[in-house]
């Protein structure tokens, strides 16, 4: 071990040597890029892809989940959970697959990137709901309440393998840009069984029958929610995002799920249900503003009232 001294004193030379420049950033088509094949951490090229989309599965409550329990029966939740969402993004050909504690992340790029990614995070949420959370609570029944909860965001992104120069097993690829963050964070402002889309996602899916209205099947038209991601606001069109709590139909999944890898977006009957959507939106506005109108009301009798308490 050299002394502390002369490592901090290199660390300042090679930090003072790459900011002084910038690095070089390769342009690649999305159709060459192997995510386990990346410029070493020697080379000084990133790579950047014009768009990406990440999902990012988060599980609930996962510190106190091995609390009290024996080791082995940690390591079969954890098997059970994060082992599972893997073999289920890979299922959807996610391009890249990174385990974070607890949790992970998928990276799509290249065709139908955003219908795989969606259905892989319906996919997650739907065995969170119907498969992993009830085998959990059966087994232990007083273990605070779990299950994933996912985010979904998309942009552009640099990467590049980061680490020890020339020695593969020491290096990771770091993926820098919003796409990675902003879809933890999605993630962390949902609860369990829950989906929240960032604002470019919903924007590229909105018009997708199979991905934005219910089957029939479902017993109500509205299928989303509305939602502002709190730790987004800085960014007013990401924040704008769509919440979704439900799963996969038992009955359609299949069907719907086979028809949007086949990029498929239209449904002979998907028009009655904008429709009822349409009328339940125009509803709800009317209620919102004449709830508002009577709020002021109310406001403007309670302040006429203390001027006449004042006069008198």
């Known amino acids: 071990m050299e002394p502390v001294s002369d490592l901090l004193?290199?660390?300042?030379d090679e930090a003072s040597e790459v900011l002084s420049?910038?690095?070089?950033?390769?342009?690649?088509?999305?159709?060459?890029?192997?995510a386990y094949d990346l410029p070493d951490s020697h080379n000084k090229t990133w790579f950047r892809i014009d768009d990406v989309v990440v999902v990012f599965a988060d599980l609930q409550n996962s510190t106190a989940l091995?609390?009290?329990?024996?080791?082995?029966?940690?390591?079969?939740i954890y098997r059970a959970a994060?082992?599972?969402?893997?073999?289920?993004?890979?299922?959807?050909?996610?391009?890249?697959?990174?385990i974070q504690g607890d949790g992970v992340f998928a990276i799509f790029w290249g065709d139908l990137r955003y219908e795989r990614a969606l259905c892989a995070g319906v996919t997650i949420k739907t065995f969170s709901e119907e498969t992993l959370?009830?085998?959990?609570?059966s087994r232990w029944k007083d273990d605070p309440e779990t299950g994933f909860k996912v985010g979904i965001a998309s942009g552009r992104t640099l990467v590049k393998n980061l680490g020890t120069p020339r020695n593969e097993s020491e290096q990771e690829p770091v993926w820098a840009g919003k796409p990675v963050n902003f879809a933890a964070k999605a993630a962390q402002q949902a609860v369990r069984h829950e989906l929240i889309v960032t604002g470019s996602v919903w924007d590229a899916i909105r018009d997708n029958d199979y991905l934005?209205?219910?089957c029939r099947c479902s017993p109500g038209p509205?299928?989303?929610?509305?939602?502002?991601?709190?730790?987004?606001?800085?960014?007013?069109?990401?924040?704008?995002?769509?919440?979704?709590?439900?799963?996969?139909?038992?009955?359609?999944?299949?069907?719907?799920?086979?028809?949007?890898l086949d990029g498929e977006s239209q449904r002979d009957d998907a028009a009655d249900v904008r429709d009822q959507v349409r009328r339940s939106q125009h509803a709800s506005v009317l209620r919102r503003a004449s709830e508002t109108n009577r709020a002021q009301r109310r406001a403007h009798r309670r302040g006429a009232a203390m001027v006449g308490r004042r006069r008198a």
């Open 9 to 12: 004193g290199e660390c300042a």
């Open 21 to 34: 420049k910038n690095p070089p950033v390769d342009d690649v088509d999305p159709e060459d890029v192997d």
């Open 66 to 76: 091995g609390t009290g329990k024996h080791a082995a029966s940690t390591a079969a």
């Open 82 to 98: 994060t082992g599972n969402v893997v073999s289920i993004v890979n299922a959807f050909d996610a391009d890249f697959i990174q």
């Open 133 to 137: 959370v009830p085998k959990l609570e």
């Open 212 to 214: 934005t209205v219910t």
């Open 222 to 260: 509205n299928l989303w929610k509305d939602v502002v991601i709190g730790k987004l606001t800085h960014d007013e069109d990401e924040a704008e995002g769509r919440l979704l709590s439900a799963k996969w139909c038992a009955t359609c999944r299949d069907e719907f799920c086979a028809a949007i």
